[in-house]
Structures are given as structure tokens and as C-alpha cells.
């Protein structure tokens, strides 16, 4: 699944949105993959609750329930694509870790992993 912390006065947020998510080549990367837009000045609490500093903020969430990416930026069509083919191209190792993680990923992904018993998700729609 994909979680898109997105506003709608965010430049960034609809550039992202219409040039990258809606093109036909990222909606084929992502026909077997959720994706939830979470308006973040509708849900505060849930972008306090990932952490949201800034947005586009994007959420990769593989089929365990971990976070294997993130994206914080407008990102364009090819790499974007890459991105996800990245992602979710294999099911993760045993203990469900990833092999290659950002410094800025691996706080988010071990608290996130370590609390997943106390976490429930919910998904919230909104209209865009």
C-alpha cells in the first residue's frame, strides 16, 4: 500500500498527484498496490501519528505492514516508477527487514516495526 499525506494548497502535493501518480505507467505499477490520500489538514493527528513533518509526504508499506520507502518530494514519472518496482518487487527476507534502508528510514521503519501490536491502521478517504 501506498499512504499519500497530500493537501490541497500543496503545489508539490498536486504536481505529484498529476503529473506522477496519475500517469498511466505509475497506475500500471500500481494496479496490485493501495493507495490511501490522507488530507493532512482534515487528519493532523493522523500525520502526527507517521510523523509528518512536511508534505507530499508518501508511505511504501509492504504486505507484513512494514514501511520499506518513503518519499518526501515531488518526484518525477521515471523515478517514481523505479521507486515502486523497487518497493514492492520481492517479498521481504525472513525477519521481514529491509537490506537497504536511508538513514532517515530506519528510525521511522523500527519504530513503526516495534510498535505494530499497538498500532491499528486505518484508512481514510478523502476527496480530491
Given at each position: 500500500?501506498?499512504?499519500?499525506?497530500?493537501?490541497?494548497?500543496?503545489?508539490?502535493?498536486?504536481?505529484?498527484?498529476?503529473?506522477?501518480?496519475?500517469?498511466?505507467?505509475?497506475?500500471?505499477a500500481l494496479s496490485a498496490v493501495e493507495v490511501i490520500?490522507?488530507?493532512?489538514?482534515?487528519?493532523?493527528?493522523?500525520?502526527?501519528?507517521?510523523?509528518?513533518?512536511?508534505?507530499?509526504?508518501?508511505?511504501?508499506?509492504?504486505?507484513?505492514?512494514?514501511?520499506?520507502?518513503?518519499?518526501?518530494?515531488?518526484?518525477?514519472?521515471?523515478?517514481?516508477?523505479?521507486?515502486?518496482?523497487?518497493?514492492?518487487?520481492?517479498?521481504?527476507?525472513?525477519?521481514?527487514?529491509?537490506?537497504?534502508?536511508?538513514?532517515?528510514?530506519?528510525?521511522?521503519r523500527d519504530h513503526f516495526n516495534a510498535n505494530k501490536?499497538?498500532?491499528?491502521?486505518?484508512?481514510?478517504?478523502?476527496?480530491?
Open positions: 500500500m501506498v499512504i499519500d499525506f497530500w493537501a490541497k494548497w500543496c503545489a508539490p502535493c498536486l504536481q505529484l498527484k498529476h503529473e506522477t501518480l496519475n500517469h498511466p505507467d505509475v497506475v500500471k490520500y490522507v488530507d493532512i489538514d482534515q487528519y493532523p493527528a493522523l500525520g502526527d501519528a507517521y510523523g509528518v513533518a512536511a508534505i507530499p509526504d508518501l508511505f511504501f508499506v509492504d504486505r507484513s505492514g512494514d514501511i520499506v520507502d518513503r518519499l518526501q518530494n515531488f518526484e518525477p514519472l521515471a523515478a517514481f516508477v523505479a521507486r515502486v518496482e523497487q518497493a514492492f518487487a520481492s517479498p521481504p527476507n525472513r525477519e521481514g527487514e529491509l537490506t537497504i534502508l536511508t538513514d532517515s528510514l530506519k528510525p521511522l501490536a499497538k498500532h491499528r491502521f486505518i484508512a481514510i478517504l478523502s476527496p480530491t
